[in-house]
Each structure stands twice: as structure tokens, then as C-alpha cells.
């Protein structure tokens, strides 16, 4: 190999090293292969039950399919038919709803217990609470509103029965609509704010003690403090919970479904179930992706807009 003669100056030149492939160390090769082995199961898993399905559905909602007849190209029929359905709307505006309700109260129930219990308690207690707290999350979303429809019965249910020993009357929570709304939501929250709970406790560990003793000496107490230091430094665990919460309250389907089915009317109907009723009870499934697309649709409107928002209002240390 000739090596290439750079002049330097009126007397001597240098002569440019050869190139050399550098090739990584066998045990550097080895650590990427075996990386490469254990992210291999969750890339086809992500690709399989995610991609796949998003691609399919955008596609299928061009389309009307009734499973036992091939598919037949439809254009954007499905997505005038749903702009046009009632139903369709009714369940964007009972989901919405939904989300503002129930993430708003999820968050400050979570908030305020976590930072109830980030005071001064045995450490025992403190480990009893937050599995307390954190159970309901592992149970069956179906089962527990099961169980929930006896306790909101307005003629046998516990709850009437309890508010009764003070006088009050039999509430209608499963059969009048703001009643059935108000139940969906108390029942979604009682089982979601674990989640949010555990992100607040976390981030509350990760502020330093010696920022809140230095407000202390300052004179900020109580409220002051965590309104001047604890939320703002909080608020990148505040930006995860809401991101999350909020993706989850628009995808709500088991509590509406089991508890009021939808009703009274469609005041509990919500987009998911709407999606449900009709791929599998009417064989819409045409019409069916078309709805899942605008939630999808919007659940990327959203979360966009928090993650822009989130540039003034989130504090990193």
C-alpha cells in the first residue's frame, strides 16, 4: 500500500498512517449479540401486538368487512357514516368527560395521600399503606365491577344502606345519567390512583431533605412549602402520571360495560365500547377501525399537547 505524501513546508513532508479497520473486541461482539438475543422477544412482541394491529386497522377502516364476506374497499365511507352517528359522537363527548373527571380526581386523591403519607409515620405503617393503596390495581377491572354494581344498588346495595343511617334517601347511581357517571368514575378512580400513588411517593424520595430544610428555615410551611418547592420539583412525576392517566381514562371500557352497559340511554357509552359493539355484536369492523383510528387520532392530539406544555410548566433538577 503507498502511503500519501503530504507536503509540509518547502523542505520535508509527513507521511498520512495507513488506515487501519478497527475492529471491536470479541467480548465487545459477544455483549451486543446477547443484548441483541434479549431485546429480540420484546421488538416482535411490540411489532406483532402493536404495529401490526395499528397498520392493519388504519387499513381495514377503509374497507367493509363483515368477516364471513371478503372485504370490500369502501373508501372514506366508514369515517362519513361515524361523522354522521349520533352514537359515535355521543360516546367522543362521554369519554372526554370522563378523562377530565376522573384524572383530575385521581391525581389529587394520589397527590394528597402520597404526600399524607411522605410525613412523619413508622415505617410498618407506612409499608401497609401503600400496599393497601396499590391492591386494587392488580385486581380484574370486570370483577371488581361486579362487585361494585351489588354495592351501588339502589335497592339492596351497601351504600344506599349506609347513607340511609343518616337519613338520606336511596340514590339512583346506576340508573340516572349523572348518577351513573358519577358511579363509573368513583369506581375507576378507587382502582387506577394506585398507580399515580406509587409515581408520587417515588418522586417525593427522590427530592433532597435539605431543600425542604432550607425553606423551613426560610419560614415556608405547609402549603406554602409544597406549593413554592414540592409540585414544582414534583412536576416531571405530575407530567408522567397525567400522560398516563390520561391514556387510560380514553381507553375506559370494562367499568361502563359492566356497571350500566352503556346506559341510562348512552350517558356512560364511551368510545371503546362503542368500538366493541360494533366489530363483535353488529360485524362492523369496518366501521369499527375507523372509530379506533380517531381515538387513536386523539390520543396523540393529547398527548402531544401535554409534552408541549410540558416545556413551561415541568421543572428538571
Known amino acids: 500500500m503507498t502511503n500519501t505524501q503530504i507536503t509540509a513546508g518547502p523542505s520535508r513532508s509527513v507521511s498520512a498512517p495507513p488506515a487501519v479497520s478497527v475492529r471491536p473486541p470479541a467480548r465487545e461482539r459477544g455483549t451486543r449479540l446477547l443484548a441483541a438475543l434479549f431485546l429480540t422477544p420484546t421488538v416482535v412482541g411490540i411489532v406483532v401486538f402493536t404495529v401490526v394491529p395499528i397498520v392493519g386497522s388504519i387499513g381495514l377502516s377503509f374497507f367493509d368487512w363483515n368477516v364471513i364476506d371478503p372485504p370490500r374497499f369502501a373508501g372514506g365511507a366508514n369515517y362519513r357514516e361515524i361523522a354522521s352517528d349520533s352514537t359515535v359522537l355521543v360516546s367522543f363527548r362521554n369519554t372526554?368527560?370522563?378523562?377530565?373527571?376522573?384524572?383530575?380526581?385521581?391525581?389529587?386523591?394520589a397527590l394528597s395521600l402520597a404526600l399524607t403519607l411522605n410525613g412523619r409515620m413508622p415505617g410498618w405503617l407506612r409499608s401497609v399503606f401503600r400496599s393497601a393503596f396499590f391492591f386494587p390495581l392488580v385486581l380484574s377491572a370486570a370483577s371488581i365491577s361486579v362487585v361494585m354494581k351489588y354495592l351501588f344498588n339502589q335497592d339492596f346495595g351497601v351504600v344506599n344502606w349506609l347513607i340511609g343511617l343518616f337519613g338520606v334517601a336511596p340514590v339512583p347511581w346506576l340508573t340516572s345519567e349523572h348518577g351513573a357517571m358519577a358511579t363509573v368514575i368513583i369506581v375507576y378512580v378507587w382502582q387506577q390512583f394506585g398507580f399515580s400513588f406509587l409515581l408520587f411517593v417515588g418522586g417525593l424520595n427522590n427530592i433532597p431533605k435539605e431543600i425542604h430544610e432550607a425553606a423551613a428555615l426560610d419560614g415556608a410551611t405547609g402549603p406554602r412549602k409544597h406549593l413554592a418547592i414540592t409540585l414544582p420539583l414534583l412536576s416531571p412525576t405530575l407530567l408522567v402520571a397525567s400522560v398516563v392517566g390520561i391514556i387510560n381514562a380514553l381507553q375506559v371500557f370494562e367499568q361502563p360495560y359492566v356497571l350500566t352497559d352503556g346506559g341510562p340511554g348512552d350517558s356512560t357509552r364511551t368510545v371503546v365500547m362503542v368500538i366493541y359493539e360494533r366489530a363483535f355484536e353488529q360485524?362492523?369492523?369496518?366501521?369499527?377501525?375507523?372509530?379506533?383510528v380517531l381515538l387513536f387520532v386523539l390520543i396523540m392530539a393529547v398527548t402531544a399537547v401535554q409534552f408541549r406544555l410540558s416545556r413551561r410548566f415541568v421543572h428538571y433538577q
Open 96 to 109: 372526554l368527560v370522563f378523562m377530565v373527571l376522573a384524572v383530575a380526581l385521581q391525581l389529587v386523591i
Open 283 to 292: 360485524l362492523r369492523f369496518g366501521e369499527a377501525s375507523a372509530v379506533g
